[in-house]
T-cell receptor, first 112, second 113 residues
Framework: GEDVEQSLFLSVREGDSSVINCTYT??????LYWYKQEPGAGLQLLTY?????DMKQDQRLTVLLNKKDKHLSLRIADTQTGDSAIYFC????????????FGSGTRLSIRP | DGGITQSPKYLFRKEGQNVTLSCEQN?????MYWYRQDPGQGLRLIYY???????QKGDIAEGYSVSREKKESFPLTVTSAQKNPTAFYLC????????????FGQGTRLTVV
């Protein structure tokens, strides 16, 4: 079945760039998403990318999509302490109108 | 304000009891979802509904039940058949068509005592 995989932890120094990686298996995915979850809260959409795009930039966030390798990454420039959170990669299942599959989440921690 | 509301935020249940988690949205979204979140396992889909009076099982539906009698509401019942119900439960909704994003509630933390 469909699967989305991420590494569980990432630690970066404040001011550096963070790169969170994700791989997925469903080649028919039409939309790929990055969500952010702060402690004890729900998920907030950060950005999304259509499967026919290679890159999307939104202020400090850059999303890169390699459709051939089914690899998605999220780069956060100038990482700040407020970026500490869990980041989830998700795909919208191509065969269904609305099913969304999430990865396990990457916990980003910031070192001073 | 438009949004999706889950209640209560914290819920305690004795073993052997059923409990119902509330999820309401006023976004006029067709699709609604219930996810369960455990540490290190991300979000796992319990049930989802694409339209009123219809719903489908997700990956871990055993021990759970839902109803979708109204577009705005998608309550989740955790039954006594669910062997390990302690978790953080997240409800979400989306327009249900090609795109778009899912909007999430703030979650309900269920603890079995």
């Amino acid at each position: 079945g469909e699967d989305v995989e991420q590494s569980l932890f990432l630690s970066v120094r404040e001011g550096d760039s963070s790169v969170i990686n994700c791989t997925y298996t469903d080649s028919s995915s039409t939309y790929l998403y990055w969500y952010k979850q702060e402690p004890g809260a729900g998920l907030q959409l950060l950005t999304y990318i259509f499967s026919n795009m290679d890159m999307k930039q939104d202020q400090r966030l850059t999303v890169l999509l390699n459709k051939k390798d089914k690899h998605l990454s999220l780069r956060i420039a100038d990482t700040q302490t407020g970026d500490s959170a869990i980041y989830f990669c998700a795909e919208k299942e191509g065969s269904s109108a609305s099913k969304i599959i999430f990865g396990s989440g990457t916990r980003l921690s910031i070192r001073p | 304000d438009g949004g999706i509301t889950q209640s209560p935020k914290y819920l305690f249940r004795k073993e052997g009891q059923n409990v119902t988690l509330s999820c309401e949205q006023n976004l006029n979204h067709d699709a609604m979802y219930w996810y369960r979140q455990d540490p290190g396992q991300g979000l796992r889909l319990i049930y989802y509904s694409q339209i009123v009076n219809d719903f489908q099982k997700g990956d871990i539906a055993e021990g759970y039940s839902v109803s979708r009698e109204k577009k705005e509401s998608f309550p989740l019942t955790v039954t006594s058949a669910q062997k390990n119900p302690t978790a953080f439960y997240l409800c979400a909704s989306s327009p249900g068509q090609q795109l778009t994003e899912a909007f999430f509630g703030q979650g309900t933390r269920l603890t079995v005592v």
